[in-house]
């Protein structure tokens, strides 16, 4: 067997080798292959990218808007013409199928096309004569250097949040992805480097906790956007800004749905399916609780059973599989330990839960897709992130029972609803406590260029990712207030 190689970090435009000794595995989550090996890189590594991010800014922040923005038309083109290998990348590290990697990939390039557009969007304001002979305006600079810190289930999008705005606003930066899915930046930024981006502007370091420590205790480092688990999301929040830095943390979710009586069956089980088992469950906008309201209940619970019994399962590479593994070992026993536990809440496996085996793939962490019924609304299953293909139903009479049970979680990424009524539609979208509202929408996932986060424990801070939150993210506003009186020009 080949010896699995290292992952260098990149800083200042080189590849260097970490000089960290603790050193973890990359492992194939469909057969536990080592993929390559991680450094968790030392504080050391992470002042010298500060120290490289820094000297970049220096031209790049007064390098014009319209010039930066030609390096991410370039990483478009290239990102497009390298979707299957990176696609690729994704699926043997991550484990979702190849489709749901084309699709985050898809994802990553909307919010390049939209940070492409960054010129007009950085335009500033002005009123003349706010005073006679005094003119105001506001302009928008760079916030300096910035940290990007991303979870392992969407290695391809997450850090193409915040990366093309970051830099496109002037700032440097740098990106500290999943320890778990290190591989896919690394060609991503191969592909950055092709075109030819000043070296320093963006810096590649690898690791875990010891070097977010590092980023979020460093004064050089501005701001802070980090995505993961809520936990690390307000641990994040609370030393980022007790240092003094702007941060946007974005945290779990459960995202509840409300199935009303006059829901069409077919195409609500399946949006539900396709969101609840998806990406192996492991989605930050993955459905995990159903609320059916009255007779729904009837409707929906068979037909959901009769989908998850359905979906394949196996190698995200195959052709025809629809649940791939989950990331690791650890996160499978975590998975099935909630589901073996249900019994306990007084709630009913009545779908998948049981070990399964994938041909060829052994070894491979695969969690059958799994319906869970009457879930305790307090129990674990309603209030922890499973994080797996497991959904949980829970029965409520009326709406109005059933929006006051959403607003009970502790999340707020997003709610759901499946509806053919306006005004049942209209009272819950008003209603629900989310950042995100689906209306007969699975993964109700904006668009690049609105704003993407969730309310209460799914998100700390106040600016959001993508589109116009981040521009603001990512600048400070300066205000000036002029006057050239008439005799002074009269000299010239
Ligand atoms: P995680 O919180 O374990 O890790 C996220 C990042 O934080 C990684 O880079 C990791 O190295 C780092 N980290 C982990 N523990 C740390 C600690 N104690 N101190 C400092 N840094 C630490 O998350 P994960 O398991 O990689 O990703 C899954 C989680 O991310 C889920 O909770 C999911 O809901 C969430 N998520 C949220 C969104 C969103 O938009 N709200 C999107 C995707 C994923």
Redesign the pocket.
């Known amino acids: 067997m080949t010896k699995a190689r290292l992952i260098e970090n990149y800083i200042d435009g080189k590849w260097i080798a970490s000089t960290s000794t603790e050193i973890q595995d990359v492992i194939n989550p469909a057969n536990q292959d080592v993929l390559a090996k991680v450094p968790l890189s030392t504080k050391n590594e992470i002042n010298h990218a500060v120290e490289a991010a820094s000297t970049a800014l220096i031209d790049w922040r007064d390098t014009p808007a319209t010039e930066r923005v030609q390096y991410l038309f370039k990483l478009k083109t290239l990102f497009e013409e390298n979707l299957d290998e990176l696609a690729r990348t994704i699926t043997l590290e991550c484990g979702k199928t190849l489709a749901e990697s084309k699709g985050e990939l898809q994802r990553a390039i909307e919010n390049i096309e939209v940070a492409c557009g960054i010129p007009s969007m950085l335009m500033g304001s002005n009123l003349e004569n706010i005073a006679r002979g005094i003119d105001e305006h506001m302009i928008r600079q760079p916030i300096g250097v910035v940290g990007i810190?991303?979870?392992?289930?969407?290695p391809g999008m997450?850090p193409f949040w915040f990366l093309p705005y970051a830099i496109a606003c002037g700032n440097s930066c740098i990106i500290?992805?999943?320890?778990?899915v290190p591989l896919t930046m690394v060609f991503a930024i191969r592909l950055l480097e092709k075109t030819g981006l000043p070296k320093g502007i963006v810096n590649l370091v690898n690791g875990?906790?010891e070097t977010?420590?590092a980023m979020l205790d460093h004064p050089q480092i501005k701001a802070i956007s980090f995505?993961?688990?809520?936990e690390?999301a307000k641990?994040?929040y609370s030393r980022g800004a007790a240092n003094g830095k702007r941060v946007q943390a974005?945290?779990?979710?459960k995202n509840p749905v409300v199935i009303m009586p006059d829901a069409d069956p077919e195409m609500t089980t399946q949006i539900i399916a396709d969101s609840a088992f998806g990406c192996a469950g492991q989605r930050?906008l993955a459905n995990s609780l159903v609320i059916t309201v009255a007779e729904a209940k009837n409707t929906f619970s068979e037909a959901i059973c009769e989908a998850a019994t359905n979906r394949v399962l196996g190698s995200g590479f195959d052709k025809g599989v629809q649940v791939g593994p989950v990331i690791n070992a650890d996160s499978k026993e975590r998975i099935q330990s909630f589901i073996n536990n249900a019994h306990t809440e007084n709630a009913k496996v009545i779908a998948g839960g049981h070990a399964v085996s994938v041909k060829d793939y052994e070894q491979g962490n695969f969690v059958a897709p799994t319906v869970i019924d009457n879930v305790n609304p307090e129990g674990n299953i309603a209030t922890s992130?499973i994080?797996g293909p497991v959904l949980g139903l829970m029965h409520a009479n009326t709406l109005e029972e059933a929006i006051a049970m959403v607003n009970k979680g502790r999340y707020g990424?997003m709610g759901c609803i499946f509806t053919n009524s306006g005004p049942a539609a209209r009272k819950f979208r008003n209603q629900v406590d989310a950042g995100n509202i689906g209306i007969n929408i699975g993964v109700a996932a904006p668009m690049a260029f609105f704003p993407?986060?969730?309310w209460n424990e799914?998100f700390y801070g106040d600016l959001h990712a993508q589109g116009a939150h981040a521009i603001e993210f990512y600048t400070q506003t300066k205000v000036i207030a002029e006057r050239w009186p008439k005799e002074w020009s009269r000299t010239f």
């Open positions: 810190i991303t979870p392992f289930n969407f997450i500290k992805p999943s320890e778990k875990g906790k977010v420590d995505v993961g688990s809520s690390v641990y994040i974005q945290g779990g979710a930050c992130e994080f990424n993407f986060s969730g799914s």
